[in-house]
Nanobody, 121 residues
Framework: DVQLQASGGGLVQAGGSLRLHCAVSGFTRSLEDYAIGWFRQAPGKEREGVSCISSSDDTAYYADSVKGRFTISSDNAKNMAYLQMNNLKPDDTAVYYC????????????WGQGTQVTVSS
C-alpha cells in the first residue's frame, strides 16, 4: 500500500524555521510520476494548499501567503519531499499534510497523516 509519512512539525517562535519531511513508500511507480503537495488546516478553517512540486522537473508552486518564506523540494532517489519553512508567523499555525497526485491519473491521490506546526508570537 502507498503510504506518506509527514514529520518535522513542532513548536517554534515567530521568525523561526522548521523543515517538514514527507516519506513516501509503497509506490509501484516512480516518484517522478507524482506531484507532491503540502496542505495545511488551521482550527476552524478549511484545508488549503501551501505548495506543490512536480517530481519530474522540480517545477514548484506556492501560495501567496508563503512565497519567499517556504521552499519545497523532493529527492526522488530517497522517495522524500521536504518543506523548508522560514520566518514563520503565528498565522502559519496548522496541521500540515503531504499529498501525492499521479500526474497521469488525477484520480490517484494519496494523503499522509498530518504534522502539527505551532508558531508562538
Amino acid at each position: 500500500d502507498v503510504q506518506l509519512q509527514a514529520s518535522g512539525g513542532g513548536l517554534v517562535q515567530a521568525g523561526g524555521s522548521l523543515r517538514l519531511h514527507c516519506a513516501v513508500s509503497g509506490f509501484t511507480r516512480s516518484l517522478e510520476d507524482y506531484a507532491i503537495g503540502w496542505f495545511r488546516q488551521a482550527p476552524g478553517k478549511e484545508r488549503e494548499g501551501v505548495s506543490c512540486i512536480s517530481s519530474s522537473d522540480d517545477t514548484a508552486y506556492y501560495a501567496d501567503s508563503v512565497k519567499g518564506r517556504f521552499t519545497i523540494s523532493s529527492d526522488n532517489a530517497k522517495n522524500m519531499a521536504y518543506l523548508q519553512m522560514n520566518n514563520l508567523k503565528p498565522d502559519d499555525t496548522a496541521v500540515y499534510y503531504c499529498r501525492a497526485l499521479n500526474i497521469y491519473n488525477g484520480d490517484e491521490v494519496h494523503w499522509g497523516q498530518g504534522t502539527q506546526v505551532t508558531v508562538s508570537s
